[in-house]
């Protein structure tokens, strides 16, 4: 960042959808520069009752206020994930509050994972599994190589992010993971 306070990291954030379960797991480290703050933050919660699974990488307040912009959504829209998220989507591209947050969320329900950006975009991964955050790449590559060996969701999600943990600095083992059975 350019200015003088030091940016927030975190985190890694992993969907892994396979078989009948779909999993969303993400680490509980919290960095300010080169400062752990926290090493056990929930960024991965159950929304909509349990129908749908969040989680998000960036700065914590502004995901906050996504999780309960969300929520709003899918109360005006239930059983609609993609509806719901098309239209957080807008509201976070046009508004000007909105647009200067700094945050990534990965949403999935029973049908559907997706990762919602700031600049509108709602994407559905191609193989079942996406990854966003510092350590997101990392968790990626494991989980996409995991992926067609016969361990389930669950299984690749806690085993690639140890796999981001061991590589990435603002990424820990302290895990939170959420599942559906689809």
Not at 2 to 11: A, L, M, N, P, V
Not at 58 to 82: I, N
Not at 146 to 151: I, K, R, S, V
């Amino acid at each position: 960042m350019s200015h003088s306070t030091e940016s927030w990291h975190g985190t890694t954030i992993l969907t892994v959808r396979k078989g009948n379960r779909v999993v969303v797991a993400g680490d509980g480290q919290v960095s300010v520069g080169h400062t752990i703050m926290k090493s056990n933050a929930r960024k991965v919660r159950p929304l909509s009752g349990g129908a749908v699974l969040a989680g998000f990488a960036g700065a914590t307040a502004d995901a906050m206020t996504l999780f309960e912009r969300l929520e709003g959504k899918l109360e005006q829209y239930p059983g609609q994930l993609m509806r719901a998220c098309v239209e957080l989507a807008k509201d976070w591209r046009m508004d000007r509050y909105l647009r200067r947050l700094e945050a990534m969320m990965i949403v999935a329900d029973r049908q559907v994972s997706l990762v919602l950006t700031g600049t509108g975009d709602v994407l559905e991964p191609e193989h079942g599994v996406i990854a966003i955050g510092s350590g997101g790449n990392y968790a990626l590559a494991a989980a996409l190589a995991l992926y067609e060996t016969e361990l389930g969701a669950e299984e690749i999600a806690r085993r690639s992010m140890a796999i981001a943990a061991d590589i990435c600095v603002y990424t820990n083992r302290s895990v939170t993971l959420e599942q559906l059975e689809i």
